[in-house]
């Protein structure tokens, strides 16, 4: 927080020096604010995939710990079906290299609040996702959301261009929250959560 508003306050000057110096001396500031601005957006991508680094990490021992548990218990059963779904996750996940940093820091952060609350997120065609701001907004809220409701269930995302829908097993209620652009329905005891199609169909 304390490095953020250094950076800041260089900024600040360099736009100040800007603004109130001769011709020369203006395009000069001008430059290496730009300069400066670049590699602070630099590093704030390194930061991140860093972070990301970090809790792929941290999940890992936690998926261990997961499995070493259910082993102690005597339920080998229940340790090889996490062990398959820890290996589907992992699979899928190799396409997160390939997305945005915005995109895959979401994601991994989506990742390990559903496993504090004992779920996890199966992701769905990742490699169709049309890498948009306001999806990815809605897409957050909305996985939150299911995650709090989930109670133990897995949590299926799917993907098609500048759409997803989410489908959650197990689930006898509609979420009460309204997020804007989601449309909530029940198949069952199957929950889902669409976003976008309606936008796709009305734009096609």
């Known amino acids: 927080m304390k490095s953020t508003a250094i950076r800041f306050a260089i900024l ?15 395009i000069l500031f001008l430059v290496l604010l730009v300069l400066y601005l670049t590699q602070w957006i630099q590093m704030r991508g390194y930061a991140v995939a860093v972070e990301i680094h970090r809790r792929q990490r941290h999940r890992f021992a936690n998926q261990l ?25 992992a699979v899928q996940q190799g396409s997160l290299g390939k997305m945005p ?8 952060r989506l990742d390990a609040l559903a496993e504090r609350h004992g779920t996890l997120i199966l992701w769905e065609a990742i490699d169709t996702v049309a890498y948009q701001y ?11 959301h299911a995650v709090l409701l989930a109670d133990g269930n897995p949590l299926q995302v799917t993907f098609s261009g500048s759409s997803f829908e ?3 097993d ?3 209620r ?20 669409s976003w976008g199609r309606r936008q796709e169909s009305l734009g096609g």
């Open 12 to 26: 600040l000057a360099l736009g100040v020096c800007a603004d109130r110096a001769h011709h020369l001396w203006r």
């Open 65 to 89: 710990q997961v499995i070493s548990g259910w082993i102690q218990l005597g339920r080998v059963d229940r340790a090889e079906r996490y062990l398959t779904d820890v290996a589907l996750v």
């Open 101 to 108: 940093l915005r995109w895959a820091y979401a994601l991994v």
């Open 134 to 144: 306001r999806m990815l907004w809605s897409l957050d809220r909305t996985v939150r």
């Open 166 to 168: 989410l489908r959650v």
């Open 170 to 172: 197990g689930i006898k």
């Open 174 to 193: 509609l979420p009460s929250k309204h997020i804007m652009g989601v449309r909530w329905y029940q198949d069952n005891h199957t929950v889902i959560g």
